[in-house]
Each structure stands twice: as C-alpha cells, then as structure tokens.
Nanobody, 121 residues
C-alpha cells in the first residue's frame, strides 16, 4: 500500500519561510518524480513544483518561482518543498504526489492528505 504523508505546515506571518516534507512508503521512491500542489479555499488545485526521480530537473509555477525550492532525499524516501517570503495568497492546503514515472510528465498516481499552510498579513 502506497502512502504519502506531508508535514511541516502551520501558521506563519508574511515574509516567513516554511519547509514541507513528504515521506513516501510502499513504493520505490527513487524511481518516481514528485510533485507539489496546493488548493486554496474556493479555488481549484494548482501545480506548485515538481522534481524528477534523480533531482536534476525541476519545474516551478510562476506564482512561486524565485522564492521556492523543491528537493528530495532518496535515501530517506522524502521530498521537500521550501517556500520563503511567504505571502497571504500562499495560504492553502499543500499536497504532494508521486509521478507515474521518474520524469516530470504531469501524471501523478498517488497523493497525500495534505498539510495546511496559513500565512497571516
């Protein structure tokens, strides 16, 4: 059974930073890409960032580019998303997902339950 567990969310003030973690079990983590998404109240889920199986290639949405870093530690079966200079509009539930392959294709097959990030102004 594949499980993804996010952690690291919380309530922070604007300008702060957070590092989210996504620990994966039940599959060979190092063979799959990882994506991060978020969903704000009343809005559709949106893509935030993705990373290939090796970590050599990354993608970011325009909304976080320049203040976000996605990374992974295959030895720990864990992916990370760090966002700095957080803004109130970053408030959302953040989800991680594993890709169907090791490449960033936009196809994800397993999802975590999400972690809440709330940014106060």
């Amino acid at each position: 059974q594949v499980q993804l567990v996010e952690s690291g969310g919380g309530l922070v003030q604007a300008g702060a930073s957070l590092r989210l973690s996504c620990t994966v079990s039940g599959r060979t983590f190092s063979e799959h890409s990882v994506g991060w998404f978020r969903q704000a109240p009343g809005k559709e889920r949106e893509f935030v960032a993705a990373i290939t199986y090796s970590g050599y290639y990354t993608e970011y949405s325009d909304s976080v580019k320049g203040r976000c870093s996605i990374s992974r530690d295959n030895a720990k079966d864990t992916g990370y998303l760090e966002i700095w200079n957080l803004k109130p509009e970053d408030t959302a539930v953040y989800f991680c997902a594993t890709g169907t392959t090791g490449w960033v294709t936009g196809q994800y097959d397993y999802w975590g339950q999400g972690t809440q990030v709330t940014v106060s102004s």
